[in-house]
């Protein structure tokens, strides 16, 4: 399987953007889909996850950002509203089965600046 992430770019800080990450095959084949971020000299850390009907987010992303999943087009977002200079890393997504583990897509660069 493989997932494509795109939708990363240049943003004031207040701006919004908007994540994609599509599969290779049906998302209903995942037990989770979620997003992750990591800065420059930082670890990779949770940004927000998708599990059926339950998702959870990062508090520090708590109120801005959302995470949704289009099952026919085989994609889930990242909705990012109220942008901070401190969301500026590269993001990733990433699907889990149990059984056989994580995927991941290659990163996004989301730089939020004025």
């Known amino acids: 399987v493989q997932l494509q992430a795109s939708g990363g770019g240049l943003v004031q800080p207040g701006g919004s953007l908007r994540l994609s990450c599509a599969a290779s095959?049906?998302?209903?084949?995942?037990?989770?889909m979620g997003w992750y971020r990591q800065a420059p000299g930082e670890q990779r850390e949770l940004v927000a996850r998708?599990?059926?009907?339950?998702?959870n987010y990062a508090d520090s992303v708590k109120g801005r950002f959302t995470i949704s999943r289009d099952n026919a087009k085989n994609t889930v977002y990242l909705q990012m509203n109220s942008l901070k200079p401190e969301d500026t890393a590269v993001y990733y997504c990433?699907?889990?089965?149990?059984?056989?583990?994580?995927?991941w897509g290659q990163g996004t660069l989301v730089t939020v600046s004025s």
């Open positions: 990433n699907a889990y089965t149990a059984g056989r583990g994580a995927v």
């Open positions: 095959r049906s998302i209903f084949t995942f037990n989770s």
């Open positions: 998708l599990a059926g009907v339950n998702t």
